[in-house]
Structures are given as structure tokens and as C-alpha cells.
């Protein structure tokens, strides 16, 4: 059985710092693309920041030079540094990983986690 969980959500002021982490555990054999998303009240889930086994990343153009995606292979784990935060990013952030493990290849959520930015 395989396991995602996020973490590093919170409550921050408008130009502040958080940094989310998605690390996967279980009956794993490799982590291979992972994106992290987000949903905020009324809207559509939308993909933020993607990232490939091989570290080819992709950003929503809202968060671009604000957001860094970076995977840690040998934790099994993908972070997401956000600076320079914005109301506007105030949503449950939610980790998606595509998962090699024994029994066969599957996408994964996690639970998510929420971030909520004053102004």
C-alpha cells in the first residue's frame, strides 16, 4: 500500500514563505512525476507546479518566479517552496504522484493541506 501525505500548510501574511512538502511512503519503487495542486472556495482544482522523474518542472503562470518545486529522490519526497505569497494562493494544496510500485503503476493524492494568506 502506498501512502502520500502533505505538510507545511498554515496561516502567513501576504509576502510571506511557506514551504510544502509531499512525501510518499509504502510499497514503493519509484516516485515518478509528481504536481502539486490546489483548490480554493468556489473555484476549479488547478495544477500549480509539476515536476518529472527526471527534474523537467513546469509552473502556473501566477506563481512563476514565486514558487519552486524541487523532488528529493532518495525520501521519496517533492517540495514546494512558496515566497512572496498573495491572498490570491489562500487554497487547500493537494500533492498527485505517479507511483511504481510492486503491484503496477497508479496515481496517488494526498489529503491536502491548507494555506491561507492574510492581507
Not at 503562470?61 to 525520501?75: E, L
Amino acid at each position: 500500500q502506498v501512502q502520500l501525505v502533505e505538510s507545511g500548510g498554515g496561516l502567513v501574511p501576504a509576502g510571506g514563505s511557506l514551504r510544502l512538502s509531499c512525501a510518499a511512503s509504502g510499497d514503493i519503487v519509484s516516485l515518478n512525476s509528481v504536481a502539486w495542486y490546489r483548490q480554493a472556495p468556489g473555484k476549479q482544482r488547478e495544477m500549480v507546479s509539476g515536476i518529472t522523474s527526471g527534474g523537467y518542472t513546469n509552473y502556473l503562470d501566477s506563481v512563476k518566479g514565486r514558487f519552486t518545486i524541487s523532488r528529493d529522490n532518495t525520501k521519496n519526497a517533492v517540495y514546494l517552496r512558496m515566497n512572496s505569497l498573495k491572498p490570491e494562493d489562500t487554497a487547500v494544496y493537494y500533492c498527485r504522484a505517479t507511483i511504481y510500485s510492486r503491484i503496477g503503476v497508479n496515481d496517488h493524492w494526498g489529503q491536502g493541506t491548507q494555506v491561507t494568506v492574510s492581507s
